[in-house]
């Protein structure tokens, strides 16, 4: 099967999907409802979480290294804070030092 033909299916079913949720009548069982807000960070979690590990499509020391002090960084000043942009500009700061630094060291 070609690459298009596979895209072509892989963005029917998708769309098959989202349309089955939109046109449903019955509500969401408990359970499911509760565990819904979950997802979106769950799912940038694990986009940022393959950034970290293979930044640039490969595992390097230096980007991941970095990534992961800034991660660290931004759990430390969110756990102290509870706010999104204080820990959103730590975690930037600390990650263009680290990066920097690492580079340079190169």
Not at 23 to 48: D, E, H, N, W
Not at 70 to 82: G, L, M, Q
């Amino acid at each position: 099967m070609s690459d298009l033909a596979v895209l072509a299916v892989i963005g029917a079913g998708t769309y098959l999907l989202r349309s089955l949720l939109l046109i449903r009548t019955a509500a969401l069982p408990g359970a499911l409802q509760r565990r819904l807000p979950f997802v979106g960070p769950s799912v940038l979690a694990a986009i940022a979480a393959q950034g970290i590990v293979a930044a640039g499509g490969g595992v390097e020391v230096e980007a991941s290294a970095a990534a992961v002090l800034a991660v660290a960084a931004t759990a430390a000043v969110w756990t102290r804070r509870k706010t999104f942009g204080v820990p959103l500009v730590a975690g930037m700061a600390i990650w263009w030092v680290a990066a920097a630094v690492l580079s340079s060291r190169s």
